[in-house]
């Protein structure tokens, strides 16, 4: 009849009224909320003392609206999915959610499902009141769902049904009746159907009337018809594309299709476009969007990552990858250079710096350590190597932060001679002064630029002193045969 649902149901209520009409239908038993799964008898054994009074009324179904917020009757438009008066999310929802919601409306079958930001108005004013549809097959008793939900209206569910829900709608056959006076006739002539005793074919928007075979057939793929009643179907601008039956088409990413203008459009202000839906942007992307409005920029160390159809978000770019400013996406580290999850930079080796996209090699007279912005003059009795500046003898480079750096003498027992990179301990029983290139051995040992080695049996004497590397005495680093007491 045309109600959302019926609230409730009552026999044995007498009226004046009944007595005029006959009973025409007995035994009526329905396994859904569907004509079609009803079954019944045209005979009877009852009086109107059990005739059935219905109270009907408006109880949450689904629906679907256009740009216009006008109810969706006929399939292949593409329409906002209401239930009662709320969007749903696309949360778990699948091809076989839509099949049950077509059926579940009154249409054959699915023809296809998006979700997204479209008709931006509408959508704002709407609550969202599903979510986590999830059906196990095209029939709506296998299907869960969640009246709460954790989500945006870039999630709304759009959907395509396929047939009319006037054509699905099985009617019993007809019964003889007393009608009621001056009751109008049924309309014979369904929308989008053959309808040869009717003066004029009505065709639903995504087809077109054949006058040669007097019905309507489907737009072909790559055109559209937006209206009723067309007798062509017109082309898709430009990059855009649609699949047959289309009453609009779908436009390249970073675009929208305006079904007024019949064009393409760019999606609006600080939102981003994919498989012809806009989203809009996070907080976080700080910039307009970028790549011809395909994705939405993110901060460094992030890039933009489309999830399905429902939008999209900023994420970390991977370990050993890297995103500076102005850069669309994370692009691979350089050899011999690493990164952390979410970079901005890349860590080069000591001896080089970072440049925005490289590690280059510190000029000549300058030094960096691991992990440098910039290069720095080696100083303080320091020269220049392949890896850092080099320091005297005694003496080792050390960073004091990123951008400087001195000599500073080895410790006191620690010592440092050329082609070491570090200061070193003395040998056990040998010492060194602060600032020491070797290391002073005990009595019969001597010195060989690494350690205390012990002099041969006939020379156990040292001889000395000397001075080298640093104030104060300090011993030979040779051995000397022993002088005879006696001699004078």
């Known amino acids: 009849m045309g109600y959302d649902g019926s609230t409730s149901w009552n026999s044995h209520i007498q009226w004046v009224i009944q007595s005029q009409y006959d009973i025409n239908l007995d035994d009526v038993t329905c396994g859904s909320d569907s004509w079609s799964s009803c079954s019944y008898a045209t005979t009877h054994n009852c009086g109107h003392a059990e005739d059935v009074f219905v109270s009907c009324g408006e109880v949450p179904v689904f629906s679907l609206v256009d740009s216009d917020g006008n109810k969706i009757f006929t399939g292949g438009r593409l329409g906002l999915l209401l239930y009662g008066d709320g969007t749903v999310c696309d949360d ?7 099949l049950a919601i077509c059926r579940k409306m009154g249409f054959t079958g699915l023809a296809q499902w998006t979700s997204g930001i479209r008709i931006q108005d509408i ?4 609550e969202i009141v599903l979510d986590n549809v999830d059906c196990n097959s095209g029939d709506w008793e296998s299907c869960t769902y969640s009246t709460t ?10 959907l395509s049904c396929q047939g009319n829900i006037a054509d699905s ?15 109008p006739p049924l309309s014979t002539c369904p929308p989008s159907i053959t ?3 009717c003066p004029e074919i009505i065709c639903s928007p995504g087809h077109y009337a054949s006058q ?13 018809n937006p209206t009723d009643g067309a007798t062509s179907c017109r082309a898709c601008p430009g990059a855009s594309t649609s699949p047959a039956g289309s009453s609009g088409c779908t436009c390249e990413s970073g675009k929208i299709w305006n079904n007024t203008t019949g064009t393409c459009e760019n999606c609006p202000l600080n939102s981003a476009g994919r498989n012809g839906a806009c989203f809009p942007c996070p907080q976080e992307s700080v910039a307009p969007p970028v790549d011809n409005l395909r994705a939405c920029s993110c901060p ?17 770019c991977e370990e050993n990858t890297f995103k500076g400013r102005g850069m669309t996406r994370c692009e691979t580290c350089p050899d011999g250079s690493s990164s952390s999850a979410g970079s901005a930079l890349c860590l080069c080796e000591a001896g080089t710096y970072w440049d925005k996209q490289n590690c280059e090699q510190c000029a000549s007279g300058t030094a960096s350590e691991a992990g440098a912005l910039k290069c720095f003059p080696c100083k303080l009795r320091a020269t220049k190597s392949q890896n850092g500046c080099v320091c005297e003898d005694g003496m080792v480079w050390e960073w004091d932060n990123p951008g400087s750096g001195s000599c500073k003498p080895c410790l006191q027992n620690t010592f440092r001679a050329e082609g070491m990179s570090s200061c070193s301990p003395c040998p056990i ?4 002064i602060p600032g020491s290139g070797f290391c002073v051995c005990p009595k019969e040992k001597y010195w060989d630029g690494e350690n205390c080695e012990p002099c041969e049996k006939e020379s156990d004497k040292i001889k000395g002193p000397f001075n080298s590397n640093g104030p104060g005495p300090f011993f030979n680093q040779e051995c000397e045969p022993e002088l005879d007491e006696s001699y004078e």
Request: hydrophobic share 25%; with cysteine.
């Open 149 to 158: 939900h954790n989500c945006a209206h870039s999630e709304d569910i759009f």
């Open 195 to 197: 309808c040869p005793i």
């Open 429 to 432: 029983g040998s010492k060194s």
């Open 92 to 98: 778990r929802f699948s091809a076989e959610s839509g």
């Open 300 to 316: 460094d160390g992030k890039h933009w990552f489309w999830d399905a159809d429902s939008g999209g978000r900023c994420v970390p």
């Open 123 to 126: 959508q704002n004013e709407k």
């Open 212 to 224: 040669e075979s007097a019905t309507c057939l489907a737009c072909p793929a790559d055109t559209y």
């Open 169 to 183: 709608q099985s009617a019993p056959p007809p019964v003889p009746t007393t009608a009621a006076p001056d009751t």
